[in-house]
């Protein structure tokens, strides 16, 4: 195992950025204290030939100026909360609508655009990096002050497990998630990756790509993954979900006890041999097939990330779950420790 830190850039504040880089196994990762960012993982293909899987930039202002959320930890609360508004013991609150009528992924300055105190424990099978941030009362319109701790343990293992934690001193919400977009590959399209995801039931969502708060089978349908299927096979399907997204960004519900981690999702790469197995505790999970990447976003070494370079497999609670009493709560109580926990295990086939 081989850890190092070092300086990652600066603030526009003169505040120092860093990023540790973790070589753990066969996978090297890199993570930034700006946003407690995935920056890098290099994972081995069936040759051993090691490849960056995940999409980023080559320095900090790359995520200063970041827009899609490369990478990053999410919060207060992911995905979209429709029309920006929520209620919590009969105190409504409004926050940021930025995405058009919905809040998304925590406002105007969410949790990716935060600077995290970190630090880092050597263990015998791993290193983790502990990455914590104190989110005052009232920012972005959230109650209560909200002390966040995302923990990054790469093992020897080939695992990457993301462990969220958070308390508050009010009643506040909370869904967390990771924010990696992921080509196994290393390039190109993702419409050949084959997907396997440990789920029946979907949630469709309305114009503005907020639930309607109904779950949806997805037997009979382009939405099903229950059989390894290429991502690109039914994405252009005349039905109407997929129309209203561009494609796939829709929250799977997650099969199985949601007091445990389960297997959610099976990522391949068939040309390397890549494969990205995802466990988590969540009861969900957002499967974004990268429709509104445009070829604006300037990545590492230059690239432009076109329109479905990578995919996202966001584990976390349900969008807009505070306006649906029959979605899972993120309502989190003064006293109360949210927990919430994601695996990412590298193989080859």
């Known amino acids: ?33 700006f946003g407690a960012s995935i920056v890098s993982i290099l994972s081995p293909d069936l040759s051993g030939d090691l490849t960056d899987v995940v999409l980023g930039y ?68 791993g290193i983790c990096i502990e990455m914590t941030y104190m989110s005052p009362d009232g920012e972005e319109g959230y109650p209560g002050n909200l002390l ?29 998630t990771n924010h990696s977009y992921f080509n196994l590959a290393g390039h190109g399209d993702i419409l050949d990756h084959e997907l396997w995801l440990n789920s029946e039931y979907f949630l469709p969502m309305n114009k503005n790509m907020v639930p309607i708060g109904a779950e949806l089978s997805v037997k009979n349908t382009p939405m ?16 109407h979900q997929l129309k209203l997204a561009g494609g796939y960004d829709h929250n799977y519900v997650i099969s199985g006890d949601t007091s445990k981690i389960r297997i959610g999702a099976v990522l391949t790469e068939p040309v390397s041999g890549r494969r990205m197995e995802v466990f988590t505790s969540q009861p969900g999970m957002q499967f974004y097939s990268g429709n509104f990447l445009d070829g604006s976003v300037c990545g590492k070494k230059g690239v432009m990330y076109q329109k479905r370079s990578a995919l996202c497999l966001e584990t976390q609670h349900f969008p807009d779950a505070p306006n649906h009493d029959l979605f899972p709560s993120i309502e989190l109580k003064p006293g109360d420790i949210y927990r919430q926990a994601t695996v990412l295990r590298f193989t080859t086939v």
């Open 224 to 239: 099903d993954f229950h059989k390894p299927t290429r991502v690109g096979e039914r994405i252009n399907d005349n039905y």
């Open 1 to 33: 195992m081989n850890l190092e830190y070092k300086e990652f850039g600066k603030m526009p504040g003169g505040e120092s950025v860093g990023i540790w880089n973790i070589e753990a196994g066969d996978i090297k990762a890199s993570i930034t204290d």
């Open 58 to 125: 080559d320095n900090l202002d790359g995520y200063i100026n970041d827009r899609i959320y490369a990478g990053a930890t999410v919060g207060r609360v992911a995905n979209r909360i429709d029309e920006g508004r929520f209620t919590l013991d009969g105190v409504t609150y409004q926050l940021a609508r930025n995405r058009g009528e919905v809040h998304l992924h925590g406002g105007t300055k969410g949790f990716n655009k935060a600077l995290w105190q970190s630090k880092s424990t050597e263990m015998q099978d």
């Open 148 to 176: 966040v701790k995302t923990d990054y343990t790469i093992r020897k293992d080939n695992t990457i497990r993301i462990d969220f934690y958070a308390q508050s001193d009010k009643k506040t919400i909370v869904n967390l």
